[in-house]
C-alpha cells in the first residue's frame, strides 16, 4: 500500500514490479519484452516511475462505449486521458480494444464506422500494435466478416476510406443483396446511436438502443437482402449469416411476434449453417444447443398452446401484495424461514422494495393475485440482486440466483385469462 501511494495507484506496484523483472531478463534476452497491463483497476496511468524500455504497456478499453468516439463521449473521455498519459510514458504502448459484444456475441453493435477514428487515435498516440478483439470463440459476431475485413484494412492504412471498403467488401460478398446490407447498417447505426444512448461491449437484448421498431425494420431490410439473392444458394447462406443478429434479438424480446414468423426455426437453421456453438464469453449464459433446445420447448408453448396453467376460482376482496419481510444473514428462502427474523408483514400497494431503507441481510415473501387479460404467453423479467424465486399457482416458474450479474433472468408462463396467483421470494444478502 505504501508503493501504490508512492506511485499514485495500483498501476505504480504493477510497473515497480513488472519493471525489477525486465530488469533482471535485459541481459540474457535483450531482444525480449516484459509485457504487462493497464487493465480495470491498473487502467491509470501511475506518477513518479515509467516503464523501462523493454516493457510493454497493453492498455485496455473495456470500460468504453462503442457506440462513440473516445473524444466526444463522456463516458470515453477517462480512457483517453488514461492513452494520453499513458502514452507520456510508455515507450512501448500496445492497444487491447473490444470491437463487438462479449455477453451476447450475436447482438448487433453500431460500431463499423468508429473504428477509424479509434485506430487513429491509437496511433496518434504512439501505440506499436493492437488487438481488435472480436468473437474469438465462435462465429457469431454481426457482419464478421465485412467487420474483420475493415479493421484489417484500417490497421494496415488508417488513412483508408471507410465507405469505400464497406462499398466494396459488401458488393463483393453479398452481390445484390450488397444495397441492402448497406442499408441495414445505415439504419442500425442511426437508431442505435441516436441521441443518450451509450452501451460497453456487454450489452443485453433488454437494452433500450433496441427498440421494437427497429428489430420490425431491420428483420424486413434483411428479408429483402435474402430476396434479392434468392437464385444463389452460396448467397443466401451469407445473407441469412447476417440475419441471426435479428433472429435472437426479436425470439428474446419480441417473442410471440418472433415465434409466429418462425425466427426460431431460422435460427436454428443459421446455427447449423454456420457450425456455431456458443452464444457468448459468460459462463452463466446458455450454450447454442441448451438455447435451441429452449427454442423447441417454448415452440410448443408458443404455437400449441402446451402447459398452459388454468385460471383459479377466486375474486380478490382488495387491491394490494401481502407480504413478510425478514431480517437475517442467509442464501435460501428456506432458511429465510428457520434462520431469519420476521420483523414486519402487512398489505402493500405493490409488489417492490422501494421504500425499504435497508441496505442488506434481509429477505420478503409477496403473495398476491394478478389477473391475466386474455390466454397466452408471458414473458417473466427479472433483475435482481440477489435472489428471487416466483411461483405462479404454486408452479415453480424462475429463480434468479446471480448477485452480480448483468444478464436478466427470464421465464416464460401459459396462463388461461382469469385470476392466478403469485408467490414472489426475494433475498438480499451484500
Not at 500500500?1 to 535483450?30: C, H, L, R, T
Request: charged residues 25%.
Amino acid at each position: 500500500q505504501a508503493i501504490i501511494s508512492k506511485y499514485g495507484g495500483d498501476s505504480g506496484i504493477m510497473v515497480w514490479f513488472v519493471n525489477q523483472v525486465a530488469d533482471a531478463i535485459k541481459d540474457e534476452f535483450p531482444d525480449k519484452y516484459v509485457g504487462t497491463f493497464a487493465y480495470r483497476y491498473t487502467r491509470h496511468a501511475p506518477t513518479g516511475i515509467v516503464p523501462r524500455d523493454n516493457v510493454v504497456i497493453r492498455l485496455c478499453s473495456i470500460e468504453c462505449c462503442l457506440l462513440h468516439d473516445f473524444e466526444g463521449c463522456g463516458m470515453n473521455q477517462p480512457f483517453m486521458k488514461d492513452l494520453q498519459d499513458w502514452s507520456a510514458i510508455a515507450k512501448n504502448l500496445y492497444i487491447w480494444d473490444y470491437a463487438t459484444d462479449f455477453s451476447y456475441y450475436c447482438l448487433p453493435v453500431a460500431n463499423l464506422r468508429l473504428l477509424q477514428s479509434k485506430i487513429k487515435d491509437f496511433c496518434d498516440h504512439n501505440a506499436m500494435g493492437m488487438l481488435e478483439q472480436g468473437d474469438y470463440q465462435t462465429r457469431t459476431c454481426e457482419l464478421k466478416e465485412l467487420r474483420a475485413y475493415l479493421v484489417s484494412k484500417l490497421m494496415w492504412n488508417p488513412d483508408e476510406d471507410v465507405e469505400a471498403i464497406i462499398r466494396e467488401f459488401t458488393d463483393g460478398y453479398y452481390g445484390p443483396a450488397g444495397r441492402y446490407i448497406r442499408e441495414y447498417i445505415d439504419y442500425t447505426d442511426t437508431v442505435l446511436r441516436r441521441e443518450g444512448m451509450h452501451a460497453d461491449c456487454y450489452a443485453i437484448p433488454e437494452h433500450n438502443m433496441y427498440s421494437q421498431f427497429y428489430i420490425r425494420r431491420a428483420l424486413k431490410v434483411l428479408a429483402d437482402a435474402r430476396k434479392a439473392v434468392e437464385d444463389s444458394p452460396e448467397l443466401v447462406k451469407r445473407v441469412e449469416a447476417a440475419q441471426l443478429p435479428l433472429c435472437y434479438l426479436a425470439l428474446e424480446t419480441l417473442p410471440h411476434e418472433a415465434y409466429a414468423m418462425g425466427l426460431d426455426k431460422q435460427f436454428k437453421k443459421i446455427v447449423e449453417q454456420e457450425g456455431i456453438v456458443k452464444m457468448s464469453e459468460q459462463r452463466d449464459v446458455p450454450s447454442v444447443s441448451a438455447y435451441v433446445a429452449r427454442l423447441d420447448e417454448l415452440a410448443s408453448m408458443f404455437r400449441n398452446g402446451a402447459h398452459q396453467l388454468p385460471a383459479i376460482d377466486i375474486k380478490p376482496q382488495k387491491q394490494g401484495v401481502e407480504y413478510k419481510r425478514y431480517e437475517g444473514q442467509y442464501l435460501r428462502p428456506e432458511d429465510m424461514f428457520r434462520k431469519g427474523r420476521l420483523v414486519d408483514s402487512g398489505i402493500m400497494p405493490t409488489l417492490g422494495i422501494d421504500e425499504d431503507d435497508s441496505k442488506d441481510h434481509f429477505g420478503y415473501i409477496f403473495n398476491t393475485i394478478v389477473a391475466a387479460p386474455m390466454d397466452g404467453v408471458y414473458v417473466l423479467v427479472v433483475h435482481a440482486d440477489d435472489l428471487v424465486e416466483i411461483s405462479i399457482d404454486g408452479r415453480h416458474v424462475l429463480t434468479h440466483t446471480e448477485s452480480w450479474t448483468k444478464h436478466p433472468t427470464k421465464a416464460y408462463v401459459n396462463l388461461q385469462k382469469g385470476m392466478h396467483k403469485l408467490d414472489v421470494r426475494y433475498i438480499e444478502d451484500t
